[in-house]
């Protein structure tokens, strides 16, 4: 299951992450699993940002999660994260090191909505255009963090 893995964020400062309970509506309510503590990532960023509320004109720093041990992987059901088909989000179960990837700004949505059941309710979403306002070298991030 190792491959890239993504997370957005509306700060630059990561380096580091540690799994926690998201503080969200469909957490709060029981739609989606409140008991384990994970970090959320993406194979995609378009699943990383099917995974947030956005709109356009708003600007996320993409990382990726470096050193990935498949041990700390898991795949959430349906059950657990209602829109998981959508998004394709994996949690990963420990600490870990991220690297920042670059700075992307959300376009207009794409089209169709997509749509994705919660309890007894359907929820609306849809995936967005986006561009890199921003991609940073692996090598000069690595250099410039010594500073």
Known sequence: MTKKLYHISKSNKIKSMSPSIPNNFFTKNGYEENKTKRISFSPSIDGCILG????????????????????????????????????????????????????????????????????????????WHYKWVEKYNKDIIEYMSKF
Request: hydrophobic residues 35%; aromatic residues 12%.
């Open 52 to 127: 947030v509320n956005v709109k356009e004109g708003d600007e996320y720093f993409v990382y990726e999660l470096l050193n990935i041990n498949n041990k700390f992987l898991k795949q959430p059901s349906k059950k657990e994260v209602p829109d998981v088909k959508l998004t394709k989000e994996i949690w990963y179960l420990s600490n870990c090191k991220v690297r920042l990837v670059g700075k992307i700004k959300i376009g207009k949505p794409k089209g169709p909505d997509l749509y994705f059941k919660y309890g007894n309710n359907t929820a609306i979403t849809g995936l």
